[in-house]
């Protein structure tokens, strides 16, 4: 049996052969457009607020460290006993994710107890709890400075439960969202990560969208 191809059909191979070679061609484009609208999709909180803290080595630490790149950020402080060990656990859940996927983020957890939460008690929560502090930032500094940036500047709730005494760390409340700030600065969502458990996928799979649509 002759099993070569008709005549007539060597044309629409041909063809065929063009489109598949400009389909694989154009996909690097078509991947890069998708993921524009996508972060273009994303609402806009306003921009990142200025601060003036300190991270975990006692080193400096301000809105410009954060400039050009993705940033998800948390709140939490290290005596608590309740939902800050949950926050720290599913932020090192989505640092390991991220690097897996190759998506390039930064990390940052404000303390809401900084009177107590000093620079050397950060670098002791971070051993304690082996977190990977490459790409991870735990800040603290002057209470009135760390109360302008987390409610006027991401807008998330701190505190402490009215006529509490100032040693009873259990009257401390603080929002549980992860925030996510695009590479220019502004925030671009909110994210509950300990409640739904589609969370971190969201933010994760958006966060991929601002970092390659960066580049």
Known sequence: MNTRPRRHLLPVLAVCASLSLLVVGAWPWLQSRTLEAKARSLPDFGPLPHFELQDQEARAFTQAH???RVVVADFFFTRCPTVC???????ARLQRRAREQDVPVHFVSFSVDPRHDTPERLAAYARDHALDTANWSLVTGPLEQVETTVLQGFRVMMGRAEEADEDD???????????????????????????????????????????????
Do not use: C, K, N, W
């Not at 009257?171 to 969202?177: K, Q, T, W, Y």
């Open 66 to 68: 954060l400039e050009r």
């Open 85 to 91: 060990p949950l926050l720290t656990e599913r932020m």
């Open 169 to 215: 760390f259990l009257s401390l409340f603080h929002g549980e969202h992860f925030i996510l700030v695009d590479a220019t600065g502004r925030l671009r969502g909110y994210y509950r990560v300990t409640e739904d458990p589609q969370g971190l996928e969201q933010l994760l799979e958006d966060a991929s969208a601002l970092a390659r649509a960066a580049r």
